[in-house]
């Protein structure tokens, strides 16, 4: 197995030079409290909003998908020669410091559907901002920057036990990806032996299949049997 590494660096976190950051307070305030004299951080960034804690609907799970991801680069990266131990990732969803008017909206449903953990105070500016109606006319409001901050970061603990979890439910999606590729080798129509899964807007519209992918306009191409 193989992959890049976009960024590893080394910091003393209780350095004075570090004490303004706020991205770096907010990870140590989120760590457990024994630590080993030296360990390492993964931290990953999505270009997403932070996902809902329940999926709606039929769509993917997001939320725990991260952190089997998480756990699972904590897992290689110890695996490596003279690796620290690996106590915490940390994912941070970069749309969340510049919240659209849909992120608002989505962000409103899910507090009144509890289905996210970090919320503004009630009464609170930033919860008054959330509640403002979409004026097509107008930029969206502007929450406070410790809000956007909270929302963006999400830190999580890694542990022997987290790491097994995770790899056991990665191992169940790395058995549909080896079946998708069996069933490929014994047919010519590929867009017919994938499972498709449409149910996050933003996936799809990232994607280079959907101008051919038969869940984006219901059809099978004319080559594919339709009862393939
Ligand atoms: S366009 Fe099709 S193949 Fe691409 S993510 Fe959506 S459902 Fe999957």
Known sequence: MAGVVDVITEIQLDSPTLAANR????????????????????????????????????ALDYWSIYEWQLQTYARLREVQPNARPVIAGALLFLNELSP?????????????KRRTDVTAEPGSSDAQAICTRKRADQAPPTLSFEFRLRRALRVIPVSKDSIAFAAESFDNVVLDIELARARERSSPHILTEWP?????????????????????????????????
């Open 23 to 58: 991205i770096v307070s907010a990870i140590v305030d989120a760590l457990p409290s024994a630590l080993p004299p030296r360990f390492e951080v993964i931290v990953d960034y999505k270009g997403m909003r932070r996902p809902p804690l329940q999926p709606m609907g039929k």
């Open 100 to 112: 659209t008017w849909a992120d608002l909206s989505e962000l409103r449903r899910e507090t009144d």
């Open 196 to 228: 498709n899964n449409p149910t996050d807007e933003a996936t799809c519209v990232a994607c280079d299949w959907k101008t051919i992918c038969p869940a984006q306009d219901g059809q099978m191409p004319a080559n594919v049997p339709a009862e393939a």
